[in-house]
T-cell receptor, first 113, second 121 residues
Framework: GESVGLHLPTLSVQEGDSAVIKCTYS??????FPWYKQELGKRPQLIID?????DKRQGQRVTVLLNKTVKHLSLQIAATQPGDSAVYFC????????????FGAGTQVVVTP | GAVVSQHPSRVICKSGTSVKIECRSL??????MFWYRQFPKQSLMLMAT?????????EQGVEKDKFLINHASLTLSTLTVTSAHPEDSSFYIC?????????????????FGPGTRLLVL
């Protein structure tokens, strides 16, 4: 899974299958966890977020799970499409951090037709 | 929506020169803006937090005398890379924080600029 690391792992999935990206966070004071999608050379786009008082949140084709006990997050993208190919980042904001986002290392998702 | 722009989108400069990058929130006021740097195939690394009317707060390891930040208004923050060197070549992205107080929860969302590609020769 993602963490603050040195390289970009790649997840290859066939079009139509689900992609699951895992992430760990270290700060137990974090209370907000957004997920971003970034296409090459472009700005990050918020795709879904979750607060620490929730353990699951669903959007359109995306679901995020939060396990605070082990500080794990996961993002599931259902019915993947070629347009889902991008780098996905988990991030966290800690309470009393002035809203500073700390990004995970990122996962490159490649959807093959 | 909330739109954040950056200017320039890309810049090439000679080693030793300074480069200024502007970040603007176009349709909302942002008391706080953030500056990130992203190297190829890497994550976004927070460089500094820019607060309107006060000094920026820099992350550990970021030289404040090299990366000058000014947040003179509620819609504009600037990052100046002074005496740029080839190792400063990177993708610089700003974000502006917008606070929306809801009935039950506070929502904090950061809106990102499109980024500035800096190449130092």
């Amino acid at each position: 899974g993602e963490s603050v690391g040195l390289h970009l792992p790649t997840l290859s999935v066939q079009e139509g299958d689900s992609a699951v990206i895992k992430c760990t966070y270290s700060d137990s004071a974090s209370n907000y966890f957004p997920w971003y999608k970034q296409e090459l050379g472009k700005r990050p786009q918020l795709i879904i977020d979750i607060r620490s008082n929730m353990d699951k949140r669903q959007g359109q084709r995306v679901t995020v799970l939060l396990n605070k006990t082990v500080k794990h997050l996961s993002l599931q993208i259902a019915a993947t499409q070629p347009g889902d190919s991008a780098v996905y980042f988990c991030a966290e904001i800690a309470t009393d951090s002035w809203g500073k986002l700390q990004f995970g290392a990122g996962t490159q998702v490649v959807v093959t037709p | 929506g909330a739109v954040v722009s950056q200017h320039p989108s890309r810049v090439i400069c000679k080693s030793g020169t300074s480069v200024k990058i502007e970040c603007r929130s176009l349709d909302f006021q942002a008391t706080t803006m953030f500056w990130y740097r992203q190297f190829p195939k890497q994550s976004l690394m927070l460089m500094a937090t820019s607060n309107e009317g006060s000094k920026a707060t820099y992350e550990q390891g970021v030289e404040k005398d090299k990366f000058l930040i000014n947040h003179a208004s509620l819609t504009l923050s600037t990052l100046t890379v002074t005496s740029a060197h080839p190792e400063d070549s990177s993708f610089y992205i700003c974000s502006a924080r917008r606070s929306l107080a809801g009935a039950l929860t506070d929502q904090e969302t950061q809106y990102f600029g499109p980024g500035t590609r800096l190449l130092v020769l």
